[in-house]
């Protein structure tokens, strides 16, 4: 199985990163972007044939390592 | 007196502590590597040096974290013996869960290399002791990713509790609440992102931390 897992920065803790996108984007004319937030994308393998077995793994993972849960959120998908 | 250094692959400040707190206090200091599963025995202040531990992936000091010494680090800690982390070294211990909240990318994207100056938020703590008296001490931050950040409760217990150490008098990176070095609820665990190894004799600008390190052995 394939696992994503996508992390962003949680809603309310500042993601300057994003900000300085959104303003580079203004300045290419397209000004009605807003909420704009970069985030990390993690892709791997796993040997496991469930889904649902598989999802509580990448969470696991997650919480443990590949988003600090203090400041990030993370959404995992399975397939 | 002891103290051990830890040297994580991607760290660039670790000779610098070794010699500002032999210089300091003269300490003995081993350097550890962070592969090593102990601590040297009997060992009096743990320090984990600036640098960019693991070129800074997947986030700053998360990987160090996982280093097979810092389990021997947690349980030093547990004992009570005194660990300071500088700069990575400060967030190397938020992401080993020592220290409460994260460092965030720096409010203005800029990496800040440049002196400061703190004010003692707290002079009770077994790392600031020496600065009783002291209003303000000066050091240096080198940092990009130095902006502290917890949530508002956290915040209001770390400054109830007095677990605030240091706070900058001009923010240089956003920072919370100007928060410049946290200790944790036992006292015995500070993170601070300026460099008391940078600022140990007057020849560097200013010999304030040389204290830091004098109060974190005088405790021991």
């Known amino acids: 199985m394939r696992a994503k897992v996508q992390v962003f920065l949680k809603p309310g803790v500042l993601d300057v990163q994003g900000k300085a996108v959104e303003h580079a984007l203004h300045g290419l004319g397209w000004g009605d972007v807003a909420d704009v937030r970069v985030g990390r994308t993690i892709e791997f393998d796993l040997k496991s044939a469930d889904a649902t077995a598989a999802e509580a793994e990448v969470k696991a993972m997650c919480e443990k390592l590949l988003a600090n849960t203090v400041i990030e959120g993370y959404r995992v998908e399975v397939a | ?220």
């Open chain 2, 1 to 220: 007196m002891k103290a051990a250094v830890v040297v994580f692959p991607g760290s660039n400040c670790d000779r610098d502590c070794k010699v500002a707190i032999e210089r300091s206090t003269g300490a003995h200091v081993d350097m550890v590597w962070h592969g090593d599963s102990a601590l040297p025995q009997g060992v009096d202040l743990v320090v984990l040096p600036g640098g960019f531990s693991y070129g800074d992936y997947l986030r700053c000091g998360a990987m160090a974290a996982l280093s097979p010494v810092m389990s021997d680090v947690k349980a030093a800690a547990e004992r009570g013996v005194a660990v300071v982390g500088i700069c990575n070294g400060f967030q190397i211990l938020c992401e080993a869960g020592l220290l409460p909240g994260a460092l965030l990318r720096n409010e203005r994207l800029k990496y800040v290399c440049k002196s400061v100056d703190l004010a003692v938020a707290n002079a009770q703590t077994r790392f600031t002791a020496g600065y009783a008296g002291r209003r303000e001490v000066r050091m240096t931050v080198g940092n990009g990713e130095g902006n502290f950040f917890a949530d508002d409760a956290t915040l209001d217990r770390l400054e109830g509790e007095g677990q605030v150490a240091f706070r900058y008098l001009d923010n240089p990176n956003g920072s919370a609440r100007d928060i410049a070095g946290v200790v944790n609820a036992r006292g015995n665990v500070l993170g601070l992102m300026p460099h008391p190894d940078r600022a140990f004799e007057a020849e560097l600008g200013s010999a304030d931390g040389a204290l830091l390190f004098q109060s974190a052995l005088a405790s021991a």
